[in-house]
């Protein structure tokens, strides 16, 4: 029988292990330094990019208002998170305090602020509208980007809708609806060649009738046209060069001549202007009808206006044209032939570097400030979306997501009651040419 034997530990295994051990949580440790280190540092960076700019934002307002009672209502509009809201929320009242305001209950104050965080492609855009009595004044801070996260678009306060109304195989330039029932029931078609007539009858679309475009000289090659309906009769057709009129009685027939006629690019409107459709103080606008000449072999128009807007009858070439109704004037955005969007106030041509693409129009709505801009987007791909924006100031901030379509956008249009667009797109994989209705409805 053997007896047992115990060896005592093999030091030299002993002191690997140990030194294994050792090296394991110094490592962990280490590693939890720098985590702690990081977030440490990562926090403060954060709160006082916001920090900066809800104290740039206080001052502002403090130099409007002066010290005194105001009450504060802070509503997000743009893709921030809740926590973050909540977070910028607690840091403009602190400001606002610090910079001498008392925020008060509304019976209590004389003063009303509402800010609005809002936000562009490139910046939070901060916006506070000031109400003292009769009067009312707007300040803004823009902060970039580029230090947060892009998030989901979840929170914004327009929803804009696109709706099929019509598709062909052939080239499409416009479309215009003539009677409606909840949906369109009655549309003109312009083409190339004719403008046809449809009833959406058992179903389904049925030709009512088609009605030939007389014209001289060859249309250039990248065609444009436009439809507007008529007061006294169906509808008048533009294209470059010539214009043409449905008749007003007896059998429908179309009329077309020559003619370096403007063409209408807004049609009369009035309606309530910023800071906000809703408000008891708010203004009204009234927009005169306003006109441009479209270069006859281009697919541009030339700049000249009438009447003129201020002291400018002629402004920059362009492709599309948009306004935004002030109390006091109207400011006009033109997507120019130069690749920019010219902001141009009766007074000032201002070339901005907005980044939109060519396609722009106006849309009257009950939604934020009363008037939205629908604009294309830049590049290849962005052309083939729109999104809605609004105009504090001079920089636009965007109050919708992007409606994307199934290819590039041909043309963007203002109907003629004017809170709805017509869109025109040629679908990138059939090759088929589609009319989109775009109208909008507040989120919030």
Same mark, same amino acid.
């Given at each position: 029988? *053997?007896?047992?034997?115990?060896?005592?530990?093999?030091?030299?295994?002993?002191?690997?292990?140990?030194?294994?051990?050792?090296?394991?949580?110094?490592?962990?440790?280490?590693?939890?330094?720098?985590?702690?280190?990081?977030?440490?540092?990562?926090?403060?960076?954060?709160?006082?990019?916001?920090?900066?700019?809800?104290?740039?934002?206080?001052?502002?307002?403090?130099?409007?208002?002066?010290?005194?009672?105001?009450?504060?209502?802070?509503?997000?509009?743009?893709?921030?998170?809740?926590?973050?809201?909540?977070?910028?929320?607690?840091?403009?009242?602190? /400001?606002?305090?610090?910079?001498?305001?008392?925020?008060?209950?509304?019976?209590?104050?004389?003063?009303?602020?509402?800010?609005?965080?809002?936000?562009?492609?490139?910046?939070?855009?901060?916006?506070?509208?000031?109400?003292?009595?009769?009067?009312?004044?707007?300040?803004?801070?823009?902060?970039?980007?580029?230090?947060?996260?892009?998030?989901?678009?979840?929170?914004?306060?327009?929803?804009?809708?696109?709706?099929?109304?019509?598709?062909?195989?052939?080239?499409?330039?416009?479309?215009?609806?003539?009677?409606?029932?909840?949906?369109?029931?009655?549309?003109?078609?312009?083409?190339?060649?004719?403008?046809?007539?449809?009833?959406?009858?058992g179903g389904k679309w049925?030709?009512?009738?088609?009605?030939?475009?007389?014209?001289?000289?060859?249309?250039?090659?990248?065609?444009? *046209?436009?439809?507007?309906?008529?007061?006294?009769?169906?509808?008048?057709?533009?294209?470059?060069?010539?214009?043409?009129?449905?008749?007003?009685?007896?059998?429908?027939?179309?009329?077309?001549?020559?003619?370096?006629?403007?063409?209408?690019?807004?049609?009369?409107?009035?309606?309530?202007?910023?800071?906000?459709? *809703?408000?008891?103080?708010?203004? #009204?606008?009234?927009?005169?009808?306003?006109?441009?000449?479209?270069?006859?072999?281009?697919?541009?128009?030339?700049?000249?206006? #009438?009447?003129?807007?201020?002291?400018f009858g002629t402004v920059?070439?362009?492709?599309?044209? /948009?306004?935004?109704?002030?109390?006091?004037? #109207?400011?006009?955005?033109?997507?120019?032939?130069?690749?920019?969007?010219?902001?141009?106030?009766?007074?000032?041509?201002?070339?901005?570097?907005?980044?939109?693409?060519?396609?722009?129009?106006?849309?009257?709505?009950?939604?934020?400030?009363?008037?939205?801009?629908?604009?294309?987007?830049?590049?290849?791909?962005?052309?083939?979306?729109?999104?809605?924006?609004?105009?504090?100031?001079?920089?636009?901030?965007?109050?919708? /997501?992007?409606?994307d379509f199934p290819g590039?956008?041909?043309?963007?249009?203002?109907?003629?009651?004017?809170?709805?667009?017509?869109?025109?797109?040629?679908?990138?994989?059939?090759?088929?040419?589609?009319?989109?209705?775009?109208?909008?409805?507040?989120?919030?």
């Open positions: 029988m *053997g007896t047992a034997v115990y060896n005592s530990a093999i030091p030299e295994i002993i002191w690997i292990s140990v030194t294994r051990a050792s090296r394991l949580t110094s490592f962990r440790v280490l590693l939890l330094f720098l985590l702690i280190a990081l977030f440490a540092r990562g926090v403060p960076a954060h709160a006082a990019d916001w920090n900066t700019s809800e104290q740039q934002l206080a001052k502002k307002v403090a130099a409007v208002t002066g010290p005194g009672a105001v009450v504060l209502k802070v509503d997000n509009r743009s893709s921030l998170g809740r926590r973050d809201s909540e977070i910028v929320q607690n840091g403009l009242r602190s /400001a606002l305090e610090q910079a001498g305001l008392r925020l008060v209950k509304s019976e209590q104050a004389a003063i009303a602020v509402t800010i609005s965080l809002s936000e562009n492609p490139a910046s939070y855009v901060w916006v506070a509208e000031i109400h003292q009595g009769t009067e009312a004044s707007v300040v803004m801070v823009s902060i970039p980007r580029s230090g947060h996260a892009a998030v989901a678009h979840d929170s914004m306060p327009i929803a804009l809708r696109k709706s099929l109304v019509w598709a062909q195989d052939t080239p499409l330039l416009d479309l215009t609806i003539l009677e409606e029932s909840g949906t369109p029931t009655r549309i003109a078609v312009l083409n190339s060649e004719n403008v046809s007539l449809y009833r959406f009858q049925q030709s009512e009738s088609v009605m030939e475009i007389v014209h001289a000289r060859p249309w250039p090659r990248d065609l444009r *046209g436009r439809l507007v309906p008529g007061k006294d009769h169906l509808f008048d057709a533009y294209l470059p060069g010539v214009t043409c009129h449905s008749s007003g009685t007896g059998p429908l027939a179309l009329s077309c001549h020559e003619t370096d006629d403007p063409w209408p690019i807004a049609a009369a409107a009035s309606g309530p202007v910023f800071p906000s459709a *809703g408000s008891a103080n708010r203004a #009204t606008a009234v927009v005169s009808p306003t006109s441009a000449f479209f270069a006859p072999a281009r697919n541009f128009f030339t700049g000249v206006l #009438t009447p003129a807007l201020g002291k920059s070439r362009f492709y599309s044209a /948009a306004f935004v109704p002030r109390e006091k004037y #109207t400011l006009w955005l033109f997507a120019g032939t130069d690749g920019r969007v010219h902001l141009v106030d009766g007074m000032n041509d201002q070339a901005s570097k907005i980044d939109w693409g060519s396609d722009i129009t106006s849309v009257k709505t009950l939604c934020g400030a009363g008037w939205q801009i629908l604009a294309a987007g830049s590049g290849i791909q962005a052309q083939d979306s729109v999104r809605a924006y609004e105009l504090p100031d001079r920089d636009p901030v965007a109050v919708s /997501a992007a409606v590039a956008l041909l043309a963007l249009w203002t109907e003629s009651r004017g809170d709805t667009a017509i869109a025109i797109v040629k679908d990138r994989e059939t090759g088929s040419y589609e009319a989109f209705r775009l109208d909008l409805a507040c989120s919030q």
